[in-house]
């Protein structure tokens, strides 16, 4: 093998540790930073890894003098310490996409410069009823306030349904910086995955994604009943978006296909991401991989980016108990083609992620019905 560069990991969570389990394979020395025992550090024993948080500066820059090249698997990093390091070490995507990238309201009135349609928001300066009121009338109800910034899984949404809506809204996002979005009347949710290498910028089919109280369920690959052409929009749009960011790796895009057929942005994301977590086995190349070699720049050949078969990927959330995750478990164990990935997180909290579960088969009607008893069994936990 080559003698390989090392790779600092801001995150040690779920998104780390499947990098881990794609660098591992290579040879590549992973240096996690996050909590002792976190998800990633467990599959990875070298005593390269940092104790701390991606939020601490000092932890950043103790990663930093143990690699060549620093990652992250969260935007929620202390942006400020990887623009320190970045001129000792190599910091993929730049801190300049990160930074831009954490804060939603700052990431779309940047992507707004490059032309990427979006759903009409506005900035709320003062977190006052009377300006969310006079944002409603605005941009009419249903409306989606939102968290700037530190928001996931829905976590920093809140659907705002009439004026009446909003002294609760404000309660459920007090303290947070916000703005609010015309409510998008879309008919489906897609994704793509975006890689960015030093010279390409190279995509993975379009799937669709499925959210259940704002945190993604399902992921289908290939979008269904979606024409060709929607798909390779999708594509082109992804790669559109992600070009107006500095840096190499994956990025996720989040889009609405709407009921005209247009397509408008939701979000993108500066890492890989849960709508690319079928590529593992849907693709001869996973997201994981591909991130890996994009930021040590090696080969990716664009082939392997393509589907190998229909895949269908399904999150497995903590719900009502706490085993709730480990029941689901139980009953992927019997469900032919599916491969269980369970992250090694702990204690199950409701709306956690814990694991998901990926059915590839010849058709994705075939997929469809092999993993039905499954999101059957998933359905009644969460009820
Ligand atoms: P995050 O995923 O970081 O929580 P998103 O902006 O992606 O935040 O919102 C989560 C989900 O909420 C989306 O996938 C979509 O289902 C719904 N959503 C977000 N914005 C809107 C909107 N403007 N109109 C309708 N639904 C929305
Ligand atoms: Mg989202
Ligand atoms: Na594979």
Same mark, same amino acid.
């Given at each position: 093998?080559?003698n390989?560069?090392?790779?600092?990991?801001?995150?040690g969570?779920?998104?780390?540790?499947?990098l881990v389990?794609s660098a591992?394979?290579?040879?590549?020395?992973a240096?996690?930073?996050d909590?002792?025992?976190s998800p &990633?550090?467990?599959i990875?024993a070298?005593d390269g890894?940092?104790?701390?948080?991606?939020k601490e500066?000092?932890a950043?820059?103790k990663?930093a003098?143990?690699?060549?090249?620093?990652? &992250?698997?969260?935007?929620h990093?202390?942006?400020y310490?990887?623009?320190?390091?970045a001129?000792?070490v190599?910091?993929?995507?730049?801190?300049q &996409?990160?930074?831009?990238?954490q804060?939603?309201?700052?990431q779309k009135?940047?992507?707004?410069?490059?032309?990427i349609?979006?759903?009409?928001h506005?900035?709320?300066?003062?977190n006052?009823p009377e300006?969310?009121a006079?944002?409603g009338?605005?941009?009419?109800?249903p409306m989606?306030?939102?968290?700037?910034?530190?928001?996931?899984?829905?976590?920093?949404?809140?659907?705002v349904?009439?004026?009446?809506?909003?002294?609760?809204?404000?309660?459920?996002?007090?303290?947070?910086?916000?703005?609010?979005?015309k409510?998008?009347?879309f008919?489906m949710?897609?994704?793509v995955?975006?890689?960015k290498?030093?010279?390409?910028?190279?995509s993975?089919p379009t799937?669709?994604t499925?959210?259940?109280?704002?945190?993604?369920?399902?992921?289908?690959?290939p979008?269904r009943?979606?024409p060709?052409a929607?798909?390779q929009?999708a594509?082109?749009l992804?790669?559109?978006a992600?070009?107006a960011?500095?840096?190499k790796?994956a990025f996720?895009?989040?889009?609405?296909?709407?009921?005209d057929?247009?397509?408008?942005?939701?979000?993108l994301?500066?890492?890989?991401?849960?709508?690319g977590?079928?590529t593992?086995?849907?693709?001869?190349?996973?997201?994981f991989?591909?991130?890996i070699?994009?930021?040590?720049?090696?080969?990716?050949?664009p082939?392997?980016?393509?589907?190998l078969q229909?895949?269908i990927?399904?999150?497995?959330?903590?719900?009502?108990?706490?085993?709730s995750?480990?029941?689901?478990t139980q009953?992927a164990?019997?469900?032919?083609n599916?491969?269980?990935?369970?992250y090694s997180?702990?204690a199950?909290?409701?709306?956690?992620?814990m694991g998901?579960?990926?059915?590839?088969? &010849?058709?994705m009607?075939?997929?469809?019905?092999?993993?039905?008893?499954?999101?059957?069994?998933?359905?009644?936990?969460?009820a």
């Amino acid at each position: 093998m080559w003698n390989s560069p090392k790779v600092g990991i801001l995150g040690g969570g779920q998104l780390g540790r499947m990098l881990v389990e794609s660098a591992n394979r290579l040879n590549i020395q992973a240096n996690i930073l996050d909590a002792d025992n976190s998800p &990633a550090k467990q599959i990875s024993a070298h005593d390269g890894h940092v104790t701390g948080s991606f939020k601490e500066p000092d932890a950043v820059r103790k990663l930093a003098e143990t690699c060549d090249v620093i990652t &992250a698997e969260i935007e929620h990093v202390d942006t400020y310490a990887l623009e320190e390091v970045a001129s000792k070490v190599r910091v993929e995507p730049s801190w300049q &996409a990160i930074r831009t990238i954490q804060n939603k309201f700052n990431q779309k009135e940047h992507l707004r410069k490059y032309g990427i349609p979006m759903a009409d928001h506005r900035e709320l300066v003062n977190n006052t009823p009377e300006e969310l009121a006079q944002i409603g009338e605005q941009l009419g109800y249903p409306m989606m306030l939102k968290s700037k910034t530190m928001a996931y899984d829905g976590r920093g949404n809140f659907r705002v349904n009439s004026k009446e809506d909003i002294p609760e809204a404000l309660e459920a996002l007090k303290d947070r910086p916000l703005y609010s979005e015309k409510w998008a009347y879309f008919k489906m949710e897609l994704a793509v995955m975006v890689i960015k290498t030093k010279d390409d910028v190279l995509s993975y089919p379009t799937v669709e994604t499925v959210q259940e109280d704002s945190i993604c369920k399902l992921v289908y690959a290939p979008a269904r009943n979606v024409p060709d052409a929607i798909n390779q929009q999708a594509q082109a749009l992804a790669r559109k978006a992600v070009s107006a960011f500095e840096g190499k790796g994956a990025f996720g895009v989040e889009m609405f296909l709407l009921e005209d057929n247009s397509l408008m942005l939701c979000e993108l994301a500066s890492r890989i991401h849960n709508s690319g977590h079928w590529t593992i086995e849907g693709c001869a190349l996973s997201q994981f991989d591909s991130h890996i070699r994009a930021i040590l720049d090696l080969p990716i050949p664009p082939k392997s980016l393509e589907l190998l078969q229909p895949s269908i990927m399904l999150n497995i959330i903590g719900g009502a108990t706490p085993d709730s995750h480990l029941k689901a478990t139980q009953a992927a164990l019997s469900i032919p083609n599916a491969s269980i990935h369970l992250y090694s997180k702990g204690a199950a909290k409701p709306g956690r992620k814990m694991g998901h579960v990926t059915v590839t088969a &010849a058709t994705m009607h075939e997929a469809e019905t092999m993993i039905q008893p499954l999101v059957d069994v998933v359905d009644t936990m969460r009820a």
